[in-house]
């Protein structure tokens, strides 16, 4: 089996990568040579966690392989996965189809009988009907099979995800489509993964109600937590005990400053929209992209409150990331958090294990800081934004010492407040009673 995945982003490479390991042939197809160069050299361009173990072996195993020629992958192929971005469109919330349509185009031209052609990127509803359409307009006598096959990757383990998977959905409309994904996922079917074969309508919309729903959760926990800082309630309490409700489930109920990363901004917006698109709107949703919008502005009103009350004008951001293990900052919450301290005039100070790359080009007139004991120094307030392991056994006692004022704010809610007792410093964080430090004891 020859598969050519078009687009090196985060899912055509770990797709690509891991496929290759599973022992397929895989070709992966970018426009930008830069790209293509160093994936040659074996060095991973997205960060991820055991990425680069696996392109090493792989490319020295023969079995995966790195071109910008793409008509000369998919003239090879027996499957092609589209894998380009769908981002944002400008004006109406919907996601942008150019690429996969350009892509479309370029592999309609190269394809052989037989090519089984797969999006693989998250597109909307009906975006794989267009797609065959396109393709067959370009090759009327050339029989093909089209196949919608989205993809549950997390940043971060997108490598455990892809291997690992709860489940696996295609959509198809032939049996010669529904074989060929069979055969590529049967490595996972061997450790018992539930594969979906549904319509290809039916899979496009499970990725978006997946992440929408997702969404939803995250949010409707995070308007929990403002419910409990005004009547005194533990939003982690609560959620540990809604999540043992196996009709609720634990997971996504961690109380936060507001999802952020490249899909749930992205995928709820345009869920949104093909909703008002198709007369039925998601208010549900719409609420969601309002609520996180809004909340990204509310924690950083929270940020400005405490260093003005600390008469002071330094704030220090630990994590910038959208969440740990990645260094992407994407639709970030950090990064509307960091914009409103410097509208107020508030020096920033920011460190993050990964993401000062990323972030350094677009977070501008800010200090960045080599350790999380730089970053505090001077520091009013100190806001704990992202999860990273590093920032979670903190030596407080120091953090304390090297700031000018004493206050913290965990929006993460990595710690419990007694770990705070005999620090020194005020503990805020979401959905939980504020501890002063004069009521902890040491
Ligand atoms: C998500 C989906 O999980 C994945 O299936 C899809 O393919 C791509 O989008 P990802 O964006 O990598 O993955 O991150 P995820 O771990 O889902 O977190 C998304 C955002 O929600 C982050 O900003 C995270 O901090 C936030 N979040 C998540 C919370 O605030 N609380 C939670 O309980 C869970």
Not at 227 to 232: F, S
């Amino acid at each position: 089996m020859n598969i050519a995945m078009i687009g090196t982003g985060y899912v055509g490479l770990v797709s690509g990568v891991c496929f290759a390991e599973f022992g397929f042939e895989v070709t992966c197809v970018d426009t930008k040579p830069a790209i293509i160069e160093r994936l040659q050299r074996g060095e991973a361009t997205i960060y991820e966690p055991g990425l680069e173990d696996l392109l090493e072996r792989n490319i020295t195993a023969g079995t995966l392989r790195f071109t910008t020629d793409l008509a000369e992958a998919v003239a090879a192929a027996d499957v092609v996965f589209i894998a380009v971005g769908t981002p944002s469109r400008r004006g109406d919330d919907q996601a942008d189809l150019q690429y996969i349509m350009a892509a479309a185009d370029q592999v309609a031209e190269a394809m052989r009988p037989g090519t089984v052609v797969v999006i693989k990127s998250t597109v909307v509803v009906g975006t794989g009907t267009k797609v065959r359409d396109r393709i067959r307009a370009a090759r009327p006598n050339v029989p093909f099979s089209m196949v919608s096959n989205p993809e549950f990757l997390r940043e971060g383990s997108a490598i455990e995800d892809f291997m690992r998977p709860d489940r696996v959905v295609v959509g198809v409309e032939d049996e010669h489509g529904s074989e060929a994904m069979h055969r590529v996922y049967r490595p996972l079917y061997l450790r018992e993964t539930p594969l979906i074969v549904t319509t290809r309508e039916n899979a496009e919309l499970i990725k978006y109600a997946t992440n929408a729903f997702l969404a939803m959760k995250v949010t409707f926990i995070n308007q929990v937590a403002d419910l409990c800082e005004k009547t005194g309630g533990n939003v982690q309490d609560v959620a540990h005990a809604i999540g043992m409700d196996n009709r609720i489930g634990s997971k996504f109920l961690h109380a936060g400053p507001g999802f952020g990363g490249s899909c749930f901004p992205k995928d709820t917006r345009a869920f949104a929209a093909t909703g008002r698109d198709h007369g039925v709107p998601q208010k549900l949703i719409e609420s969601v992209v309002e609520i996180n919008e809004k909340r990204k502005r509310s924690m950083a009103e929270r940020l400005i409150g405490f260093a003005r009350e600390a008469g002071g004008n330094t704030v220090a951001v630990l994590g910038i990331s959208f969440k740990p293990n990645t260094d992407d900052i994407r639709e970030s919450p950090a990064l509307d958090i960091v914009s409103a301290l410097r509208g107020e005039g508030i020096e920033v100070r920011i460190h993050d294990p990964a993401a000062m790359e990323t972030g350094k080009a677009v977070l501008h007139d800010v200090t960045w800081c080599a350790s999380p004991y730089e970053a505090v120094e001077g520091a009013h307030v100190v806001a704990l934004l992202t999860e990273w392991n590093v920032y979670r056994a903190l030596d407080l006692k120091r953090v304390a010492k090297e700031m000018s004022g004493k206050v913290l704010v965990d929006l993460r809610n990595i710690y419990q407040p007694q770990d705070l007792a005999g620090s020194g410093l005020e503990y805020h964080s979401v959905g939980r009673p504020t501890l002063l430090e004069s009521s902890l004891t040491d």
